[in-house]
């Protein structure tokens, strides 16, 4: 791996992680402007939690060695989470500003994935 790539990996993901992490977090902890927009997108405030616990542990998953299976399915979790809610304030007819972090995040998935060492490919 390039030094370049190796930069890239690690930006993409540690700016990843930190936010999936504190995001994860606060929907665990329903912090009050989670819980407000998870009623917007008209979805049940229990799947806050199931949504938080999924976010920190893929963050875990990404961040540890080995695991390479698991850690392609927590990728795959995050760009379904970070699409589906760019859908969802879509569907409810929100404008850009309330959905490009999702859509920022969905990219940095893509680009952390794509540019992970070989050590944590299948």
Same mark, same amino acid.
């Given at each position: 791996? #390039?030094?370049?790539?190796?930069?890239?990996? +690690?930006?993409?993901?540690?700016?990843?992680?930190?936010?999936?992490?504190?995001?994860?977090?606060?929907?665990?902890?329903?912090?009050?402007?989670?819980?407000?927009?998870?009623?917007?997108?008209?979805?049940?405030?229990?799947?806050?939690?199931?949504?938080?616990? +999924?976010?920190?542990?893929?963050?875990?998953?990404?961040?540890?060695?080995?695991?390479?299976?698991?850690?392609?399915?927590?990728?795959?979790?995050?760009?379904?989470?970070?699409?589906?809610?760019?859908?969802?304030?879509?569907?409810?007819?929100?404008?850009?500003?309330?959905?490009?972090?999702?859509?920022?995040?969905?990219?940095? #998935?893509?680009?952390?994935?794509?540019?992970?060492?070989?050590?944590?490919?299948?």
């Amino acid at each position: 791996m #390039t030094k370049r790539n190796n930069i890239i990996y +690690w930006t993409a993901t540690g700016i990843l992680a930190l936010f999936m992490f504190v995001g994860g977090l606060a929907q665990i902890f329903r912090q009050k402007d989670n819980v407000e927009g998870i009623i917007h997108l008209g979805y049940p405030l229990y799947f806050m939690a199931i949504l938080g616990v +999924w976010k920190v542990l893929g963050v875990i998953t990404i961040l540890l060695p080995r695991f390479p299976l698991v850690k392609e399915w927590a990728y795959a979790g995050f760009f379904f989470a970070m699409t589906g809610a760019v859908i969802s304030h879509i569907a409810v007819g929100d404008q850009f500003a309330h959905f490009i972090a999702p859509l920022v995040f969905a990219i940095l #998935t893509v680009v952390s994935w794509y540019f992970r060492p070989a050590g944590r490919r299948i």
